[in-house]
């Protein structure tokens, strides 16, 4: 342990004056809720800053810190492999029958119980106790998140020389958090640690705080109506254990309150460096050690931190968050460049709607910010993004905080790719591989069937089981194709990359998910191959007498799932050599030219269910039957009749939606190439979610946190990758400029957006006399060996070639002053 004296290198805080720009977020209030605060992360440590100057309060989140176990996917409540086979025949059955009320009960006796849930881990609370008066003689509150820095400031007082501030960042490199504290005058300084798991011991002293864990071993969704929904289990490898340790450096002296609660006293500078660990050995390890175990990791990465100094541990930080974020950015020529962000998202909202034209530097803050967030909430070696990415403060977080695999999860790494944050997405791609050691018990078990299987939910422990109790609804627990949607991020990342060594790594993991679906097709009474029963996530269909059912065969997104897949598997067979060798291969390559296509149902649109089933909801929020417009098949573009269907589909759901389906709403028409719908839209994400919309309405907090609601952060970085999408196109294997670029962007530019297979885009643009985007500069750059050569590059109907060398930057002059669409 190092000791921590009054002679410690403390040093002062450089505050800067009140940032502001399209990277800042500016609040002049308190956080008083979840939803006014900022974040903060480095992958595997998060924290939501909430108070003010004199009470503020650090609501911290270890990546690792899930209830339960392997173990649990082991619990009580499985059908035996017989009864499964007898539930799946049963439900085929009556499905060709027609009887698609009962099909729907029948499935639900292959439901489990549920996944488990993203924990809160402690709150850090540091109080400034000194008199109110010599605090805030000037404005009161200010509170700022610097996107590219990665700092909170939080300060009361006036800007050049505020009372008392506070600075907080955290480190990847160190892998600890840093919180600063600074007062014009001496004042007592408070500190305190509490946690909503059980503790199971608390030390505080003249140095430093210890917090010894236990983490509950099951937690049940708020849906789930279970006795115990939060339980603990004292069982070796039932639960992990965790710990916090925290180390200061100040200039006062520390003592205990009548409270027993330590206090810095007379301080004019304090420092806490703390870290977190639990004894999470990874999704398919037993936990190991205990809490006091967990505390020697979180020890020694202090320590350390300390021991190189908290400048040079500050300079770290700042080099690595830059080498990510300032990859890429969106800068507009008509910026707004100050405000309160709060404030300015109410000024855009008027009785109908948000006009964004009126601040586009909010849409710019809205790209950074999305780019942000993946970039706290993932790093290589980390658990990925779950559905508030790394930030939870509840026990039982809505949908469990974990990662829902009919769409969530994978819009989380939409961005990945496109914005040059292509290492993000490796925890994810860990996760598949991951889960498809699991899910390969799940298909043996529940469908009799080779490969693995994954359904609509998974968590820490790569969780593969349809979840609900069998009282759950089939319309997303028994949905088993999850895994083919997933293994699409291991294509799409590998189309961006320098080589094929993760396709060649994941070959069995690609394969496996090939057996499992090959295994679960049927055929259907035109004889060719489909799915039965078959779901498509999370809508119903009404029978042909009127009742309300969501089982069927052959939804849209089954089909395209499985035909992009069989035709990656045999497209990396053919590539590796192994196409004669292999039986799944030659089975893929049998069923591809009879397997059913999604077709126009009786108003043209994609119809969601073979048979042209009535929606009972047509404006449902999911648009899983487009999974192949976006984000698209890794094998073939859609047909041209396919892609009228699949328009009228998107115009028969309509606009309105929650805050992750606007996010996908927004990228399909931006693949659609339709600016003004992408207008459209965009004044449905601005709206301000401090009025009650509704649950059907998506919009933003007033920390521009997306609005499920509650908060999702899937929907934050779905409209990253969607204003991505608008602004650079590669899907057709050329480099398209400004697709769909809105009106809300009139002119301005953005660099370091990335076409397949790894070319890195800057581009300008205005406006023509009518209103079209219209480029102002534009230049290429190959960013490895693979992405070097000749390109066509696209403006609307202009078209250039140009030869890239290797990591060399190349005007294109002659689509300058060409138009988009």
Request: glycine residues 8%.
């Amino acid at each position: 342990m190092l000791p921590v004296t009054a002679d410690a290198d403390v040093s002062p805080l450089d505050l800067p004056p009140l940032p502001a720009g399209p990277h800042v977020l500016v609040h002049t209030f308190p956080a008083r809720a979840f939803e006014e605060a900022f974040p903060l992360g480095n992958g595997s440590l998060g924290a939501m800053v909430l108070g003010d100057a004199r009470h503020l309060t650090l609501a911290l989140n270890d990546d690792t810190a899930w209830s339960g176990s392997p173990a649990s996917q082991d619990e009580p409540g499985l059908p035996t492999p017989d009864e499964a086979a007898a539930v799946l025949a049963r439900t085929r059955a009556l499905v060709d029958a027609g009887d698609l009320v009962a099909a729907t009960d029948a499935l639900r006796a292959l439901q489990h119980r549920h996944s488990q849930a993203y924990l809160p881990f402690a709150d850090l609370v540091v109080e400034v106790l000194g008199a109110p008066e010599s605090l805030t003689p000037g404005p009161a509150v200010r509170r700022t998140l610097d996107l590219r820095t990665a700092t909170h400031l939080t300060a009361e007082g006036p800007a050049d020389d505020p009372a008392v501030a506070h600075r907080t960042w955290v480190s990847a490199p160190h892998r600890v958090l840093v919180h600063e504290v600074a007062t014009r005058a001496p004042q007592d300084v408070r500190l305190s640690v509490s946690s909503p798991l059980r503790v199971l011991g608390a030390t505080d002293g003249a140095d430093g705080l210890v917090l010894h864990l236990q983490l509950p071993a099951d937690v049940a969704p708020t849906h789930d109506d279970v006795p115990d929904p939060v339980r603990y289990d004292d069982r070796p490898g039932a639960s992990l254990r965790g710990a916090l340790v925290a180390r200061l450096q100040h200039d006062g002296t520390a003592r205990r309150d009548d409270d027993g609660r330590l206090v810095v006293a007379g301080a004019t500078r304090l420092v806490v460096v703390l870290a977190t660990a639990t004894t999470s050995a990874g999704p398919l390890q037993t936990p190991r050690g205990d809490a006091r175990d967990a505390a020697a990791t979180a020890r020694d990465r202090v320590d350390a931190a300390l021991a190189a100094g908290v400048p040079a541990v500050r300079r770290a930080q700042l080099h690595d968050h830059d080498a990510l974020y300032g990859r890429a950015e969106l800068t507009l020529d008509d910026a707004v460049t100050g405000g309160d962000t709060a404030e300015r998202l109410l000024a855009v909202n008027g009785p109908d709607g948000a006009d964004p034209a009126q601040d586009p530097t909010l849409l710019a803050t809205l790209f950074h910010l999305g780019r942000y967030l993946l970039i706290c909430s993932s790093r290589p070696g980390t658990l990925p993004a779950t559905l508030q990415g790394i930030w939870n403060r509840e026990l039982q977080p809505p949908w469990s905080s974990n990662y829902t695999t009919n769409i969530n999860v994978q819009m989380a790494y939409w961005p990945a790719g496109p914005t040059n944050l292509a290492e993000t997405e490796e925890p994810l791609l860990d996760l598949v591989r991951a889960m498809a050691v699991t899910g390969a018990r799940t298909a043996r078990r529940l469908y009799g069937a080779g490969g693995w299987a994954a359904h609509h939910n998974s968590d820490a422990w790569a969780y593969t089981l349809p979840t609900g109790h069998g009282r759950h609804d089939p319309k997303w627990a028994a949905w088993p194709l999850a895994g083919l949607w997933l293994v699409r991020h291991v294509a799409d990342h590998a189309s961006f990359a320098p080589d094929d060594a993760l396709l060649d790594d994941m070959a069995d993991v690609l394969r496996g998910a090939a057996a499992f679906a090959l295994d679960l097709l049927v055929r259907d009474a035109d004889g060719l191959w489909g799915t039965n029963p078959s779901t498509s996530p999370e809508n119903d269909l009404r029978t042909a007498d009127g009742r309300v059912a969501s089982v069927a065969a052959s939804s849209a997104v089954d089909l395209d799932l499985v035909r992009g897949h069989l035709q990656l598997v045999l497209r990396e067979a053919d590539r590796r050599g192994t196409s004669d060798d292999d039986p799944v291969v030659r089975r893929a390559r049998a069923v591809l030219p009879a397997l059913r296509r999604p077709a126009a149902g009786r108003s043209g649109a994609l119809a969601e269910w073979a048979g042209d089933h009535e929606q009972v909801d047509p404006h449902h929020r999911h648009l899983s039957p487009l999974v192949d417009l976006f984000p698209g098949s890794p094998t073939e573009l859609p047909a041209p009749a396919w892609l009228a269907a699949a328009e009228r589909f998107l115009d028969e759901r309509g606009d309105e939606a929650t805050g992750w389906s606007l996010a996908w709403k927004l990228a399909l028409r931006a693949r659609l190439r339709q600016p003004a719908a992408v207008d459209r839209l965009l004044r449905l994400v601005l709206r301000d979610m401090t009025t009650d919309r509704g649950g059907t309405s998506g919009g933003l907090y007033p920390d521009l946190l997306a609005a499920h609601p509650p908060f999702q952060l899937d929907g934050n970085l779905g409209v990253t990758a969607a204003l991505a999408e608008a602004l650079l196109q590669s899907h057709r294997g050329e480099v398209e400029l400004l697709p769909a670029v809105p009106a809300a962007l009139r002119a301005g530019a953005v660099r370091g957006l990335v076409a397949r297979p790894g070319v890195e885009v800057r581009v300008s643009w205005d406006r023509d006399d009518e209103g079209r985007a219209r480029v102002r500069g534009a230049a290429l750059r190959a960013q490895h060996a693979r992405a070097a050569g000749e390109h066509r590059v696209v403006v609307g109907r202009r078209a250039a070639v140009v030869v890239l060398p290797l990591g060399v930057e190349v005007e294109v002059d002659a689509l300058r002053g060409a138009s988009a669409g």
